[in-house]
C-alpha cells in the first residue's frame, strides 16, 4: 500500500436525491478496495444530462453532509452548488486538481452504465488528463470491450490498469473496472414512497429521513 502522501483521492459524484445507503455502501467499500486516502462527495448543482431535482440544491447538500458526517474518510464539496451553470464533469475536477495540486492522484468513482455513455459527456476525453476512473459494476457482470462505443472501447483498451495500486504511480489516465456490491436502493423508490406518506425508514439515514421530514421534501411531488 501506497503511502498516505500518494494514496489516491476518491471523487464521488451525483445528484444525491436523496442520498441513501446504497450510495454509503458503494463509497466505503470503494475506499477501502482502492485504498483511498478519502471520498469527496459532490452533490451535483444542475446536471447537464438530465431534468434538474426538484429538490432544491442547499437541501441536497445538507441532507449529504448529514449522511457522512460520522465517517472520518468522507468529506463534501460544494463546489457544483455555488455554479449556476450546468455541472459539467470537466469543470468540476479540473476546480479539484486545482485544489489538490499536479501530483495527487484523483479517481472520479462512476457506475458501469455511466461509463458507457461517457463519450457523450462535454469535453470527455480530457477528464483521462485530471483523473483516474473506477468503473464499478455488479459482481459477474463484468465491463467488456465489446459492449462499449468507438472511441470509448479504444480508450479503455488502452487505459484499463491491473489492480488499485496502479492508481497511485500517476496523478490520472487509467481506467479500473471494479466489482463492487450494489444494494437495490433507488432514489427514485424513495421518493415515491415519500411522495405517497410510506415510510422509506432503512433505506436511508435517520438523520436524513429526519432532515426530510422536518423540511417536509418529496411530499406531494410526481416522480417521473
Known amino acids: 500500500m501506497p ?3 500518494t494514496r489516491p483521492l476518491g471523487i464521488f459524484g451525483g445528484t444525491f436525491d436523496p442520498v441513501h445507503f446504497g450510495h454509503l455502501r458503494l463509497a466505503e467499500e470503494a475506499h477501502e478496495a482502492l485504498g483511498l486516502t478519502a471520498i469527496c462527495w459532490v452533490p451535483a448543482g444542475q446536471p447537464p444530462h438530465r431534468a434538474s431535482p426538484r429538490i432544491a440544491p442547499r437541501h441536497r447538500l445538507a441532507m449529504v453532509r448529514l449522511a457522512v458526517a460520522g465517517n472520518p474518510h468522507f468529506r463534501v464539496a460544494a463546489c457544483e452548488m455555488e455554479r449556476a451553470e450546468p455541472s459539467y464533469t470537466v469543470t468540476t475536477l479540473s476546480r479539484l486538481r486545482r485544489e489538490q495540486g499536479p501530483r495527487q492522484p484523483l479517481v472520479l468513482l462512476m457506475g458501469a452504465d455511466a461509463f458507457t455513455g461517457l463519450a457523450s459527456w462535454y469535453c470527455w476525453q480530457e477528464i483521462f488528463g485530471l483523473a483516474h476512473l473506477a468503473v ?8 467488456l470491450e465489446e459492449r462499449l462505443p468507438e472511441p470509448l472501447a479504444r480508450e479503455f483498451v488502452q487505459r484499463r490498469c491491473a489492480g488499485p495500486a496502479d492508481l497511485a504511480l500517476a496523478p490520472a ?3 479500473l ?6 444494494l437495490d436502493i433507488s432514489a427514485t423508490h424513495i421518493r415515491s414512497l415519500l411522495s405517497r406518506g ?3 425508514r432503512y433505506l436511508l439515514p435517520d438523520e436524513v429521513l429526519d432532515y426530510i421530514r422536518r423540511h417536509q421534501l418529496y411530499r406531494n411531488q410526481p416522480n417521473p
Open 198 to 200: 410510506a415510510s422509506p
Open 177 to 182: 473496472p471494479l466489482p463492487m456490491t450494489q
Open 136 to 143: 464499478l459494476h455488479r459482481p459477474g457482470y463484468p465491463l
Open 3 to 5: 503511502d498516505t502522501a
Open 173 to 175: 489516465g487509467a481506467i
